[in-house]
């Protein structure tokens, strides 16, 4: 069975996704791997109170796409128009 992680939006949605997957990003990768009790850390849960719903399901999508295409899988990642400057700062604070 994989290890999974809980990302958490403003909403309140939840989103399984693989620990890899959510280890694409650094600002993720230490909340869940830094020593010294963080909750995120042992509970495997992060909780995002400025990114929407819709930008952290497409953050999943890429984390995703990412592993894909590191694996040599060269296909297209869309984003659509509306999401670019919102998914550029979520991205930016994520560290992806």
């Not at 819709?54 to 995703?64: M, V």
Request: charged share 25%; hydrophobic share 40%.
């Amino acid at each position: 069975m994989r290890e999974t992680v809980k990302l958490i939006s403003m909403e309140g949605f939840e989103f399984v996704i693989d620990r890899e997957a959510a280890m694409v990003s650094q600002t993720i990768r230490s909340m869940l791997t830094s020593p010294g009790g963080f909750s995120e850390s042992k509970e495997g849960v992060v909780t995002f109170p400025d990114i929407s719903t819709t930008i952290l399901e497409k953050i999943c999508q890429y984390f995703y796409w990412s592993i894909q295409y590191s694996r040599g899988k060269e296909t297209e990642f869309h984003i659509e128009p509306e999401l670019t400057l919102e998914l550029m700062m979520a991205a930016n604070y994520l560290h992806t």
